[in-house]
């Protein structure tokens, strides 16, 4: 085997192991998982304002939880795009800020790096 085929085989042919933590809110868990990179792309892009072109913060949020919350164990996720207008009205501090904060650990989440991702 040449070092390419190890080098391949070391990554290519490696299952992908996902991170992902438990976050505890009123009595039940909520799994919160890395994204793909194919998912992080796309949203980072999905999350730029239409108009400056900058992050827009709310969708940065509000989107990350989207995409990355699941029933444990499972792969169902938990919340939907229709969602979005419910998961933005929730109380700063709420729920919602847990969940983005582990979303947040688990994907290095930065703003300058969702603009350069953007462009």
Do not use: H, W
Not at 15 to 24: D, G
Not at 85 to 93: K, P, T, W
Not at 96 to 106: K, S
Request: hydrophobic share 35%.
């Amino acid at each position: 085997m040449t070092l390419r085929d190890k080098i391949r085989s070391a990554t290519l042919g490696n299952k992908t192991q996902f991170n992902s933590k438990i976050v505890k809110y009123n009595g039940v868990e909520i799994e919160v998982r890395q994204l793909t990179l194919k998912e992080k792309t796309d949203y980072y892009s999905n999350c730029l304002d239409e108009k400056t072109q900058l992050p827009n913060p709310l969708k940065l949020q509000v989107l990350g939880i989207i995409l990355s919350c699941y029933v444990p164990n499972t792969n169902e996720k938990v919340f939907e795009d229709s969602d979005f207008d419910v998961l933005s009205n929730d109380v700063a501090g709420g729920y919602t800020d847990e969940l983005f904060l582990a979303f947040n650990e688990l994907s290095n989440l930065n703003l300058d790096e969702a603009k350069k991702n953007s462009n």
